[in-house]
């Protein structure tokens, strides 16, 4: 099964932005949608940005929508989220997975499989 490794993160002040790479070792036939999701030492797990593998459909939790943007290079199995106007509530540690079975749109991390280490993105204000 393919492996996730996130890379991308740092420290930013409020309005900055950064751009979070998410890169597959090898991608597994059965995925068939890719996330992003975080988590804060307060909070659960939240998925952020979803897309299809295949077509443009992409999905995004209403604090991001306008903000973020999920986008991949098939070419070299990797998904990006490019993250502009940040603020202190964004601050997480930021993971990418994949989705074999479920619907992407939900963005239940429940469903999703492949977890990376995950990249720290923190937004001072």
């Known amino acids: 099964q393919g492996h996730l490794v996130e890379s991308g993160g740092g420290s930013v002040q409020a309005g900055g932005s950064l751009r979070l790479s998410c890169s597959a070792s090898?991608?597994?036939?059965?995925?068939?949608?890719m996330g992003w999701f975080r988590q804060s030492p307060e909070k659960e797990r939240e998925g952020v940005a979803t897309r299809h593998i295949v077509g443009p459909a992409t999905y995004y939790a209403d604090s991001v929508k306008g903000r973020f943007t999920i986008s991949q290079d098939n070419a070299k199995n990797t998904v990006y989220l490019q993250m502009n106007n940040l603020k202190p509530e964004d601050t997480a540690m930021y993971y990418c997975?994949?989705?074999?079975?479920?619907?992407?749109?939900?963005?239940?991390?429940?469903?999703?499989?492949?977890w990376g280490q995950g990249t720290q993105v923190t937004v001072s204000s």
């Open positions: 090898l991608y597994t036939a059965s995925w068939s949608c």
């Open positions: 997975a994949a989705l074999s079975s479920g619907i992407c749109s939900q963005m239940d991390p429940r469903h999703f499989t492949g």
